[in-house]
């Protein structure tokens, strides 16, 4: 690609005229002080945000005003990315900077078509506007952001072409020549903490070395578990317009009102008015936030705001029984079903809740529920079974699906450890609780819940033959020759085994019968997907994995399938919840059958009615 004459020509670490940079919605200034930083000397820096600037110290205290200030960088606060054209005169910039705008999450929950759209109608008026005081315009996108948020569809509505796309990792001043340019020598003091520069959050960053922080909007006074969000994918994208128009024409007015810049229909011209002035702001403003979400309020306010919940929520005791009945009102239609349940029952703790739900005490008309993030709708009857034992006793209750002394089949749960004589594996636990010493026949790791065969210590006579038969849900649709059944044999050892072998060392050595059973339907945009049984002898996960992953049919949730994993609906990947979804339900002892109930997200028919019915009516 030839270097644009409009754009300047940079060598070195200085220039004869520098190339003048807006950076739009810049959270914290982080991504312009290490602009500043990195690459001062050759370039005109101006950075902004939508805040005011009290605002702006209230959300991000240790904001960098004063050092942008020190290295010539003026801020402007109040600008809004999708007026730029109304702030600036024609051609102002060579480059207007956007990094991952977001709208705040307060529409996905209910409705994920919508929360898309509304990043649609910003990526639309921010090209607009932008195209208009800018040379170059450039936008930095996460994951699935760009297919979902039609990123290429809004570059067309507004006239403009994908000239440049490339990584974060790579060097930032790709965005504005083609030439390389030597960053600043970093300084010690630019350190950032280690998860911003080293990939953890999902992506590397070039000026995450130089203090690129990538921060939520809530800044300092957001109190949730994840204080930063996972920007896995994260690609640059830089836009030019192009002379040949491909607006449509305005609809009559007489019919209905049109905006001609991201095509959304209004009733009224008021309304198309009030549109064009606020296209896309934040759902929720950073000024309101503390005030308005729990995460930020004292402990005496979450009680107030749970008590005044619990008045909202119909709760009734069910007679001569230890039961509560739940009525969903339209009001909280769309909410989490262990959320509803935490503030529709006094005293019940968000790890109660949970445990009760795990434990086949919830039931959503007439029907047990085992997913707290089911999502509920308006008249949903929920009875809840409060046991003590179970409530008060937060440790494991092992379910014992199968008892032949001296051979007990039990299922383990997700993240339980299977050998150890220490507290919290699947030995000590069952040993606790019958009294006796059981070692286990079933290796399942960490990561794999399911049944395991466990065999009393002391018991004389040969041990059991167990067969396992484990179900797995991977990526794509298998080829004819894996049908009706593929018998293949692969290296099989434990992650906890692992070591360096010499090239004589012995490898075990393991049979496997893959049987596929069934793929979901070829859908638009959607990556296939398909259940698997797997026969062995040795139910080794990880390994397991590795091969499938080698085959190019990786398990769904397997971190090394990350690409795949992110090119999932979203609201497919807020039921996976980055968990491995492989497991053991069917095992046969001395040739005893003993199974377990499935869990849905494992079976494909159950994405396919996802698909078809959506995720409320599941």
């Known amino acids: 690609m030839k270097q644009s004459s409009t754009m300047k020509m940079i060598s070195g670490a200085t220039c004869k005229e520098k190339t003048r940079i807006l950076t739009v919605g810049d959270g914290d200034l982080s991504l312009s002080l290490a602009l500043a930083r990195a690459y001062g000397k050759c370039i005109s820096l101006t950075a902004s945000v939508l805040d005011s600037e009290d605002d702006l110290l209230k959300a991000y205290p240790c904001a960098p005003i004063k050092e942008l200030q020190s290295r010539n960088v003026d801020v402007l606060y109040g600008l809004d990315g999708t007026q730029l054209h109304h702030r600036f005169p024609s051609k102002s910039w060579d480059l207007t900077c956007f990094h991952h705008p977001h709208l705040g999450l307060a529409s996905l929950d209910t409705d994920e078509a919508e929360h898309a759209n509304r990043h649609f109608i910003l990526l639309c008026h921010y090209l607009y506007s932008a195209q208009q005081v800018s040379e170059f315009v450039h936008i930095c996108l996460c994951g699935t952001q760009p297919d979902t948020w039609r990123l290429l569809q809004a570059a067309d509505y507004c006239s403009m072409h994908l000239i440049k796309k490339f990584s974060t990792s790579a060097p930032f001043s790709k965005l504005w020549t083609e030439g390389e340019v030597a960053a600043a020598e970093m300084d010690p003091n630019f350190s950032v903490p280690r998860r911003y520069r080293n990939g953890r959050l999902g992506s590397r960053h070039m000026l995450g070395k130089y203090g690129y922080r990538h921060r939520r909007t809530e800044g300092e006074r957001y109190k949730g578990k994840a204080n930063d969000t996972n920007v896995a994918g994260s690609m640059h994208y830089v836009f030019k317009f192009q002379a040949k128009s491909t607006m ?3 609809a009559p007015k007489s019919l209905f009102y049109t905006c001609d810049i991201c095509r959304s229909s209004f009733p009224s011209e008021h309304s198309l008015s009030l549109h064009m002035n606020a296209p896309a702001m934040p759902a929720v403003q950073p000024t309101t936030v503390a005030d308005t979400n729990p995460r930020f309020q004292t402990q005496g306010e979450l009680r107030e705001d749970k008590i005044a919940t ?23 239609s769309g909410k989490r079903l262990r959320w509803f349940i935490q503030h529709g029952i006094p005293d019940l703790s968000k790890r109660k809740a949970e445990v009760s739900i795990q434990a086949g005490l919830v039931k959503i008309n007439n029907t047990v529920v085992m997913d707290s993030s089911r999502i509920l709708d308006s008249d949903d009857i929920i009875i809840v079974s409060l046991q003590e034992a179970v409530c008060s006793s937060l440790g494991p209750n092992l379910e014992i699906v199968h008892r032949k002394p001296p051979v ?7 993240g339980m450890r299977t050998k150890g004589d220490f507290p919290g594996t699947l030995e000590s636990t069952l040993s606790e609780q019958e009294g006796s010493r059981y070692s286990s026949l079933s290796p399942l790791e960490t990561s794999c819940a399911g049944l395991c065969a466990l065999v009393q210590t002391g018991h004389e ?3 059991p033959v167990v067969v396992h038969s484990m179900t797995a849900l991977i990526y794509g649709k298998l080829p004819d020759y894996w049908y009706p059944f593929k018998e293949v044999t692969i290296n099989v050892e434990p992650k906890w085994k692992k070591r360096k072998h010499s090239e004589n060392a012995a490898v075990n050595r393991e049979l496997l019968k893959l049987f596929p059973v069934a793929t979901t339907k070829m859908q638009k945009d959607h990556v296939p997907m398909t259940t698997l049984r797997i026969e062995t002898y040795y139910p080794c996960s990880s390994s397991l994995c590795r091969f499938l992953r080698l085959e190019g049919f990786g398990v769904v949730g397997d971190s090394f399938c990350r690409k795949e994993y992110l090119q999932l609906k979203r609201s497919i990947r807020n039921r996976i919840k980055d968990k491995l979804c492989i497991g053991c339900y069917e095992i046969q002892v001395d040739g005893v059958l003993v199974s377990h109930e499935v869990p849905q997200k494992l079976l494909a028919s159950f994405w396919d009615a996802h698909y078809e019915h959506g995720e409320s009516k599941l």
């Open 408 to 414: 007990l089949v039990v299922f383990k749960p997700l």
């Open 461 to 463: 006579g040969s041990p």
């Open 310 to 332: 619990l008045k909202s929520i119909s709760c009734i005791d069910l007679m001569n029984t230890n039961q509560k009945k739940l009525e969903v009102s339209k009001e909280h």
């Open 248 to 250: 449509i024409k305005e």
